[in-house]
């Protein structure tokens, strides 16, 4: 029963957490950065689908996709402002993206306060799924995660503009040979994968605690995910948050609520000792 | 070698010497004191990561963990001051040595993400065993370390001035070169015959035992140790006080400490937006003046110097 209980949760969460992984993986494998304000655009996607539902009265699917879509516009901007001008200095690109995170934390604490919102649930109810109970809003979050990392393969593998940055992430020189501008297919990489993060960011908000700092767990999880599945790859990062997700879940239920977080942690120590390109992973050179 | 020390260093130092001869009121005394902490630790962050290039965000680990272990020892053991400092510093810089057999193998942001994650792991730690460590509220009736706010005074500014002088001597002498060549170019390095691991595990060290006499010092004038020893934004505080005033350098980072203390006092009513105020700085260092304000106010005064001679 407990069984049944960690499968069903453990992969809610590891879809979750997929999305958000694929666009982190995304921006490292195009851009070549580790962008280390990717919990960043998570956190926004969960505030702004808040304001849209609270104060401009939407309808919280309505919200949810506005707020996915403004996210991304904030990626691209992020990409140009900030990204772009510290692609030469080597250390400071991962300061820039920090200090991103950072000063977005204090502007929403300055705007919102450190109190937790509560946002409605978008689909109420709850249903039966193996014997286990499970919130409809979940189940949302399942087929919304899942629907949009299958479109987005299929984006990639299809679409024109998906195959350019398949080719900028093989090799940007020779794609800008054939005709591809790497700097524009890097800022749209990060505006695609911030709105996959500010997706699931809306998504979770009825569930997940939408408050200032939220943006840093999720971050390290990412980058947990990532040094698991290998970075790089983006079927690695699928596989590694849903094993992450199991993880937790297990670790919740079988030994104690606080310990979950540690587990992303411990990943990233192990996995750095033992196989630093992680499960899938090209190795990486610095 | 003692003529590798910047004057204005010397000068600074000796302004502040004399501080408490102008203006003794325990207030400004404590703002200052704090600051020279401040300076210690952003000096100390420097010989590490501004010499070999690699963010340590996660520097309140090496000060919360020595300052709560002396306060531990020297609360239960009825230890002097000085002696759970040392213990202090010892237990930083233990903890430093091993958890960098893992953490001075990775580089970029590897090493700033794992940096970060060992800070708050500890940080987490330290809540889940607050029976040793009083959990949020922290350990207090800790013994003071002098009797008052001007011998303290003295105390971290002589301890500053000492730090100074020592990593501006070291970074400027064969050693500091060495990391600096680390630091551009590992491989190359390496190929000259240079012991990269050990350089940089000595360096990771001294940086964590300079941080942990600073906690020592810090729970001993406070007479209390925080939990915010351990915290995030005390790492973050501390990487832009260093960023500021010039990474790399060790002259920026002191400068940088005590300007930003300063401000922030002379900030103290917008509390709130202290963090936001800190970050901003950051975000515009690193595009107007990326290589720190004290470099960049060299620059400028040495153009209109040059003007006027011109």
Redesign the interface.
Known sequence: MIFMEILVFGLFKGAIYALIAVGFTLIFGVARVINLGHGTFYMLGAYLTYVFIAYAGLNPFLSLAISAIVVGFVGVSMDYILIRPMREMGAYVTVVTLAFALLSQYIIFAIFGSRARNIPDFVTGNVVVFGVNVANQRLFVLFLATATIIAFGLFLKNARFGKAIRAVAQNPDASQLMGVEPGKVFAITVGIAASMAGLAGGAISPIWNVEPTMWLFPLIKAFSIVVLGGIGSLPGSIIGAFILGFAETATAFLISNYLQNMVSLIIIVLVLLIKPSGLMGRTLRH | MLRNIPKIGLVFFGVFALLPFFADSPYILGVITMASLYAVWAMSWDIFSGYT???N?GYAFFIGTAAFAGAIFGTRLGLTPWLSITIGALTATFLALITGI?TL??????F???T???N??FS?LAL?LWKWTGGEEGISGIEPLTDGPASDYYVTLIFSFVVFVVLVILSRSKHGQILIAIRENEDAAEASGINTIIYRVLMFGLSAFIAGIGGGLHIHIQMHASHDLLS?SLS?MILIMA?FGGMGTIIGPMFGAYGLSILSELLRNLA??R??IY??I??LT??YA?NGIFLRMKTLFSAILSKRKG
């Open positions: 290039g690699e963010i965000f893992l193998r990775l580089r970029g942001p590897y700033t993400i794992i970060m994650s060992i708050i792991a987490e889940v995030l973050t960023i709130e937006y963090m936001l970050t901003g950051l975000v690193i595009f990326p």
